[in-house]
């Protein structure tokens, strides 16, 4: 079975500080893919970054950057230099790639971001 | 079409009520999934549709849920007999999955309060 944990449940940073948040997946699948959504007070996930399993390079887009290691089953997030727009629940999230469920997510629990200006 | 949108944003229902949610997809998205998120967790997988076929439920549907997605297009989720444990956030998400397959990309959810 698949699972996400994110052993942070909320964070509190000084607006133009850094923030990285944790994931950790477990799954027996060799295909799948990671996510990363944000999900504020309004309610509606939002889809920020997708990583399939084969691809480990790490990327930055804007301000956000994500850190993929496989060997170590985790799968981070940094948000460079917050605002307080960034402030919401962030989750983290796992689908197998190869099965007829395709996109079917599997979240971890959630950490709350809050950006004090 | 600007995004998945659901109906209603909210409800309130007393238990043992029947009550029904709309989700109308991006309409070019074949998959339609439905999720339910309690307060402070993860959303949670309950089914979810390709086209207008149902190809997989979550041991968390049971018998008193039932979802249809009648034309491919918009769907329903039915809760019967309503429980308090039924009270969260029903959320539908839409995909593409052929060439050029998207990720899902969520409404903003049906908040159900059961009392």
């Known amino acids: 079975a698949q699972k996400v944990t994110q052993a942070q449940t909320e964070i509190s940073v000084v607006e133009k500080e850094d923030v990285t948040l944790d994931c950790v997946y477990e799954?027996?699948?060799?295909?799948?893919?990671l996510f990363w959504y944000k999900q504020p007070p309004s309610g509606e996930l939002v889809f920020l970054i997708r990583?399939?399993?084969?691809?480990?390079q790490n990327e930055i887009s804007g301000r956000y950057s994500w850190n993929f290691q496989k060997s170590t089953s985790s799968f981070n997030f940094t948000i460079t230099a917050s605002q307080v727009v960034d402030s919401a629940v962030y989750f983290c999230?796992?689908?197998?790639?190869?099965?007829?469920?395709?996109?079917?997510?599997?979240f971890g629990g959630g950490t709350r971001v809050l950006v004090k200006p | 079409d600007t995004g998945v949108s659901q109906n209603p944003r909210h409800k309130i229902t007393k238990r043992g009520q029947n009550v029904t949610f709309r989700c109308d997809p991006i309409?070019?998205?074949?998959?339609l999934y439905w999720y339910r998120q309690t307060l402070g967790q993860g959303p949670e997988f309950l089914t979810y549709?390709?086209?207008?076929?149902?190809?997989?439920k979550s041991r968390l549907l049971s018998d008193r849920f039932s979802a249809e997605r009648p034309k491919g297009s918009f769907s329903t989720l039915e809760i019967q007999r309503t429980e308090q444990g039924d009270s969260a956030m029903y959320l539908c998400?839409?995909?593409?999955?052929?060439?050029?397959?998207?990720?899902?990309?969520f409404g903003q959810g049906t908040r159900l309060t059961v009392v």
């Open positions: 998400a839409s995909s593409w999955t052929g060439a050029g397959e998207t990720e899902a990309f």
């Open positions: 799954t027996r699948d060799t295909t799948y893919y």
């Open positions: 990583r399939n399993s084969f691809d480990e």
């Open positions: 999230a796992l689908s197998e790639a190869e099965k007829a469920a395709g996109n079917k997510l599997t």
């Open positions: 309409s070019e998205h074949n998959r």
């Open positions: 549709f390709q086209n207008e076929a149902q190809l997989e």
